[in-house]
């Protein structure tokens, strides 16, 4: 399935940021202005807003966060999603610290925000270790497609990018949390415990 109309409508808009941070300064409850299910953190997560404006949003309204817009997606996704070439450490990492468990979150193709960073490009080592720490299981999840992380980090065209996704997801330690995944999990399905999908990452890096 494709990602929702509106959150494709969110990374065509443009937006004066410094009227709508003056704006939200001013007015904070327009923070909480709900467009079918969107708060203004999801719009401004599509539209690649800067790191100034995600904060104060999430400073007024903390629990936007958490919100999922009509189509099912959270502001983290919108922004991995959408912010596809060198997407923010610092922003992702006030996503996550405002609602930690997004990280473990699929969207309706079973996907993590994991799994768009590893296709994304010029993504930071400290991105994938913000994802990672806040849900270290996302390496053994597989989406709609029976794709792991690591299959989209080895298949990114980007150089960079791949050996950092790699790395992190190798240094994750996948040994350590075999057979601590759940047995059954809403929107996110398990791996077959004899599957190792990390088993040709070390070669992937070469």
């Known amino acids: 399935s494709r990602a929702g109309s509106r959150m494709t409508a969110a990374s065509t808009v443009a937006y004066n ?97 994991i799994h768009y960073a590893c296709k994304a490009t010029n993504v930071s080592e400290g991105i994938f270790t913000t994802l990672l720490r806040a849900y270290p299981k996302a390496a053994y999840i597989c989406d709609a497609d029976g794709m792991y992380p690591v299959d989209y980090a080895s298949a990114n065209k980007d150089t960079v990018t791949r050996k950092v996704a790699l790395a992190a997801l190798i240094e994750n330690d996948p040994e350590e949390i075999r057979g601590q995944l759940p047995k059954e999990e809403e929107a996110v399905t398990a791996p077959d415990e004899d599957v190792n999908p990390m088993k040709n990452a070390d070669l992937e890096m070469l």
């Open 17 to 113: 940021w410094d009227n709508v941070f003056e704006q939200i300064k001013v007015d904070p409850s327009a923070a909480r202005t709900d467009d079918g299910g969107a708060l203004p953190l999801h719009a401004a997560c599509g539209a690649g807003a800067p790191l100034s404006v995600i904060k104060m949003l999430l400073d007024v309204y903390p629990e936007a966060a958490r919100v999922k817009c009509d189509d099912g997606y959270l502001p983290i996704f919108y922004y991995l999603t959408l912010v596809t070439e060198s997407p923010s450490e610092e922003i992702v990492s006030a996503l996550i610290e405002a609602y930690p468990e997004s990280a473990a979150v699929a969207d309706s193709d079973k996907r993590l925000p």
